[in-house]
């Protein structure tokens, strides 16, 4: 078996080589779907082409990477779909706000999002799809910029300035025109999350899609979030007021049934 040096000396054990490989490549395709070479693979992650192939080998025999009718071409399998179930089935954050999400969503009538912090991204735990023909796509475990987003800026109003700065780069990415891109002015708007108590995304990670959101505060900094995105041809003044009372109502029930969590 063979295993990573051990960094500074700090008595933790030493990471598994092999093991890291296989979550370097499982990541790698949950990020880039579709089916890809061998020699593209490979390019990505820098892993010596003998091992990474009887690595795919292995992976494929278990179920958890997939091949095309040549055998030659390699995507995420079916059995990665089963474990990121259970994490969603088994949380129990989740079970407790699916009453609250379903108020939420009949209340607001719009798409609604239970988000959770993970890094520097935002990941839906839960959706509930607007009651619109205009809507937005949703799905369960997309990952989205924390700076993009109205859930990322709710939870990352939760953390401090100097948290901010240590967790982001002084350059964001661009995901829309509208995106702040500069990490000072971000925390300036944090700054204005805090006053008001909500986050918003003006068309900062999608063209066309405002975006409300709160930090669900049973832990500090708070790790999730909720938001209701509306097409902004929709968002009238009154509608927007109603949005935002319906999440405050949404984060008070929250805090409530995830106080013990």
């Known amino acids: 078996m063979t295993t990573t040096a051990e960094p500074g000396g700090s008595g933790a054990p030493a990471a598994v080589k092999s093991a890291v490989r296989t979550v370097q490549l499982l990541e790698h395709f949950a990020s880039r779907p579709g089916l890809h070479s061998l020699a593209d693979i490979q390019s990505d992650l820098s892993l010596p082409k003998s091992s990474l192939y009887m690595l795919l080998r292995t992976l494929v025999n278990l179920g958890w990477v997939e091949t095309d009718a040549t055998g030659t071409r390699y995507g995420i399998g079916v059995r990665a779909l089963l474990v990121g179930s259970s994490y969603i089935d088994g949380d129990e954050v989740v079970a407790a706000a699916r ?68 967790l982001l780069p002084r350059r964001l990415e661009a995901v829309t025109e509208h995106t702040i891109t500069d990490r000072d002015r971000l925390i300036e ?25 709160v930090a669900v505060p049973y832990r500090t900094p708070a790790r999730d979030a909720v938001s209701c995105s509306v097409p902004v041809a929709r968002l009238t003044p009154g509608h ?3 949005i935002k009372a319906a999440l405050f109502a949404a984060r008070d029930r929250l805090s409530v049934v995830t106080r013990r969590m």
């Open 99 to 166: 009453p609250t999400l379903d108020r939420l969503s009949d209340d607001t009538t719009e798409t609604i999002h239970l988000a959770r912090l993970d890094g520097t991204s935002v990941v839906y735990l839960a959706t509930r799809q607007s009651q619109h023909y205009l809507r937005p796509f949703t799905r369960v475990g997309r990952r989205l910029p924390v700076h993009s987003t109205a859930l990322g800026k709710a939870l990352l109003a939760t953390h401090t300035d100097e948290e901010v700065r240590a």
């Open 240 to 242: 927007e007021r109603g």
């Open 189 to 213: 708007d944090l700054a204005l999350v805090r006053e008001q108590g909500y986050a918003v995304d003006r068309e900062e990670n999608t063209l066309g899609l405002r975006c409300f959101g």
